[in-house]
Structures are given as structure tokens and as C-alpha cells.
């Protein structure tokens, strides 16, 4: 089933942005077959993604692995290029390693950290990430400080102001650009100033934001930020990417080093070859890689303010229709901006992976996903929650899509309240 956009979304858009996100569905193959809402998770890829990983598959299997990537050498410099570009940064300040985790973790677990430093964070910070720091919290003696929110759910930069002027100063701030939990996105390049204006490190998680909505590091003024293929980026899964600006790179050493990004200079030294380029491990995925730079040039093709812009849009009608049409739903996102991510609850429906399986099961399949509260522990305590249901939307959904999905809840509550009970 290939769903067509709406004449509702025509109305709202006009012919020719209607035009220009219909052409993205015709090049996303998987909008013939599902109502995809798990962007936030792993969104649908382009064909010229699709092709550009089989393309290196193939030819590795006709040429072999190493051969192949000497003849492919353009497709596999494109990541860096391309995320250069859309970052504003240099290609030399772009590493490609094999997920946002080992890219988060190449710098964080790099950070010679002293008993009594300080890490300071959010409230909805992402569980991996805080499990990070107790980590070296139990390992080497730190402190993890949680950073205020306002009371409409951004970071709270006084409080930031007044942690940071602290001593001993800190030895860090890490925080979530866009937390899992919910569609609220912190406002970064305030808190990167204020670190800055401190002298302190500033680690940004920009997982979910990166690929979604347009980031100039310059503008941020984070010493290192780190991102996926998978997600808005609409790219393959096992990539991801890290951003370490010239000066940063100068101050501590990545958390692993192999042959690829250090030069074994004699036998008790090493030194490390210039660029980010250092904090890459000789092993990764060679399609996986050709395939990101694909959906990298693809998304400033696609222009990104464009595609930021429309998914806004969508999050804030899905909201509406959501809030209007379905009785119990409960919206948990909070924050003075908000961003693709859809959070929800349904009163009559306490098992949001039961929801979630049973959108699946539909023709066409709805796909959404599940935050528990594993995954941002201090944001779901905060706020009495265990689990939400997450809708997360991009530029290629469609209007009849958000209305497909609104109709399925409304069938689903609407069953457990003349029944008595719930079909999932």
C-alpha cells in the first residue's frame, strides 16, 4: 500500500512543498509497505542509500575487502566531507567509528577523571550515558551533579552558571541535545556558552537531534559532539560519527587507539596522527560507511532547515490530533522547544508494548516505539512515569499517515471502553 499525501497536507503545505516531500516517499521504499513513526528509533532509508551499501557489498565481493577499499576511496571520504558541511566544521575534525555509543565513549572514557571531579548533567539524560558516569563514579571517586530545569523543561542556565563556578571547577558537561524520554530539545548553544565561558569541556550527545534539525558546532561551541547513522540521518545501523573540534582533540586522549589513528614510534611511544582520525579504530563497517556519506549527502541535498521545519510541523499536528481526538491519551513531552519525537500515554492502556505490537500487527503496519524508564531514569522518576509511547515523525511522513494512526488509537480506546477491557 502506497499511501498518497492528503489534500489536508497539500492545503497546509502548498503544491510545491507537497511535491518536494512526496518525492522523498517515492525514494523511500519502505513508504510502499509501513506507516513508519520509529524515526527517532531507525528511520527508513533512502534507495540511494540502499544502493550505495550494496554497491560496496558487491564490489568487495568481486575485488575483496582491503582492494575495494582502495578503489572506493571517494564513497568512504564522503561521511567526512558531507558531515563537515552540515556541522560546519572541517572533514579532519569528523571520525566514523562503529556507533554513537563507541563515538560518545571514545571521548568520555578518554577523560583522565581524579577523585572529587565533578560531571555535570541533565535531568533527562540518556541511561548508556549515566551509567557512564557511575561508572567512573564507582572506578575513580567522581561526583555527578544534575544540572536544574525551568519549569518549562529546559536547562536551567543559572543553576548551569552556578555549578560551573563552583570549586574545584568541573571537569565536564555531557548532556542530551534531544532526550529519548520525550520531543523536548535543551537549548545546547546556551549551555555551551556558559561552559565555555568557564573553561569547561562540553560533551554533546546530539543522537537524536543530529540529521533532524540544522547543528553548526561553531554555534554550539561544544568541544565534542556525537551522533548516529540510524536515526534522522536515515542512514544504515552499525556507524556513527564524532565532532572534535582542533583545540579539544589537544587535551586528552580517545579511550582506545589502535595502528589506524596512532603511529607506533618506538618501543615504549606512540604518537597520534593529526585529526579525529585518532579516535577511529582500524575495523568498521566499509559499507556501512559508504551508505552513511550516501544519507548524509542526501540530507543537505534535501536541505535541512526544509526538513526540520516540516517535521515541526507534523510533531505539532500530531500533538493536536492526539490531545483532541483520543480520549485517555496524555502528551509527555514538556519543554520550551520541541522536536519530532511524540510522547504519549493511553489511561486505558497501561502496557505501551502491547499498543505498540498491536499497531504493528495492522495493514499497513504502524510502527512506533517505547521509551521505559530505564532509558532516562531521573526524567520518568521526575515525572511518575514507567514507560511512554513514542511516535517520532520526519519530513517524509505524511498528514494521511498522522490520520491512520490517530483513527487506530481511537478504535483501540474505543474498544476497551464498550468492552470493558483491552483487546492488547
Partial sequence: MHLRPSSMGAAASGSREATWWDKCRAETPGCKHVIHFNNGGAALQPQCVLDAVQHYQQQEAVWGGYETQRRLSRE????YTALAELLNCSPNEIAIVGSATSAWAQVFHGIPFKPGDVILTSLA?????????????????????????????DINIPHLQQLLAQQPRPA?????????SSGRVYDAAAVGAAAAAAGVPFLLDACQSAGQMPLDVQQLRCDFLTGTSRKYFRGPRGIGFLSSSSSSMAGWEPAMIDIHGAHWTGKDSYTFYDGAVRYEQYEVSMAAKAGFGAAVQYCLQQDIARCWQRTQQLA??????????????TLQDRGAQLCGIVSFTLSSHADAGAVREWLESRQPPINVSVSGAGSSRLDFTARGLQEVL???????????????????????VDSAQQGGKSRV
Fill in 316 to 329: 505539532e499536528q500530531l500533538r493536536q490530533m492526539l490531545s483532541q481526538r483520543v480520549p485517555g491519551v
Fill in 76 to 79: 568512504l571520504s564522503l561521511p
Fill in 390 to 412: 513514542r511516535a517520532s515523525v520526519t519530513y517524509y511522513n505524511s498528514e494521511q499517515e498522522l490520520e491512520v494512526l490517530v483513527q487506530a488509537l481511537q478504535e483501540l
Fill in 125 to 153: 539524560e540518556y541511561g548508556s550515558n549515566y551509567l557512564a558516569y557511575l561508572q567512573v563514579q564507582k572506578r575513580s571517586g567522581v561526583r555527578v551533579e544534575v544540572i536544574q530545569e525551568t519549569p518549562d523543561g
Fill in 172 to 180: 565536564l558537561v555531557s548532556i542530551s541535545h534531544v532526550p529519548t
